[in-house]
């Protein structure tokens, strides 16, 4: 089992900065990858950013050059650094991590973004 808790969210204005964080707790260790996702109301949950193994990490096209994953194993985190914020990017943040062939959630941040 792997727990999931996210913090950082907020309102911020347009062009504003966020930075997400998501604390991981039980098997650490058996997790492949983690990511964020998010959902905005009327929207279909979406795909943000992923890191996995090494640091290997990959963005959806609208977030690129402007968010930034990382993962901290030795705190069993992982962050999102938010730059350039839209307020296109309003939305619940969810993290989630594949680990033993399952996918865990978080129960979501709100990041509020006013033009």
């Known amino acids: 089992q792997v727990q999931l808790v996210e913090s950082g969210g907020g309102l911020v204005q347009a062009g504003g900065s966020l930075r997400l964080s998501c604390a991981a707790s039980?098997?650490?260790?058996?997790?492949?990858?983690m990511g964020w996702f998010r959902q905005a109301p009327g929207k279909q949950r979406e795909f943000v950013a992923v890191v996995a193994g090494a640091s290997i990490a990959s963005y959806a096209d609208s977030v690129k050059g402007r968010f930034t994953i990382s993962r901290d194993n030795a705190k069993n985190t992982i962050n999102l650094q938010m730059y350039s914020l839209q307020p296109e990017d309003t939305a619940v943040y969810y993290c989630n991590a594949l680990a033993q062939g399952r996918s865990f959630w978080g129960q979501g941040t709100q990041v509020t973004v006013s033009s």
């Open positions: 039980g098997s650490f260790s058996s997790i492949n990858a």
